[in-house]
């Protein structure tokens, strides 16, 4: 069965400084997609990031990037120049099987960014 | 605008009650899904549709029935609500799925006393 694993139920950074959040997943796919999510307060599921796995390149938004090892199935996120906006829940995500539909999450980590 | 709506967005009803929550995507969408956020935030796939078609039941109990009168609504029932039903229910959709963005709704905080 496919589980995603997410070991820091709780983190913070200081405003403008830079934070890695930790993820680990099983899988016996070679081809797959990993998400990162975000949940704010206010509650809304918003994308943050996508990493396909036959890609070697990281993936990168903006500030958002990853940093994915596919051999020791890690997929960790990092957020450089952390604003006050990305206090919220992360969640790490993929799908448990090839042509899967569904989303297979991790318990996620709740990220506070301190003024 | 409004990608993925659901109504409402707050339920709160007594136990033994029976209520529906509705969810409407706008993006031309061919999958939808519902997921539970229990107290703890965990997440987790309910059922799923595909071009109407129900193509994901996960172990739920037969007191919630998902109804998809066509691709762009996905409907939840749920009957003879318990506590343990307090959640937040999530609708979803993406196009296909495997690496799709599943485009999520404002969520539905069901409150049942």
Redesign the interface.
Known sequence: AQTVTQSQPEMSVQEAETVTLSCTYDTSENNYYLFWYKQPPSRQMILVIRQEAYKQQNATENRFSVNFQKAAKSFSLKISDSQLGDTAMYFCACPPGAGSYQLTFGKGTKLSVIP | DTAVSQTPKYLVTQMGNDKSIKCEQNLGHD?M?WYKQDS??????MF?Y?NKEL??NETVPNRFSPKSPDKAHLNLHINSLELGDSA?Y?C?S?Q????N????G??T?LTVL
Do not use: C, H, M, W
């Open positions: 999958t899904y703890k935030k965990f997440l987790k796939i799923s595909n193509i994901i937040v999530f979803a993406s296909g799925g495997d690496g963005e599943q485009f999520f404002p969520g905080r």
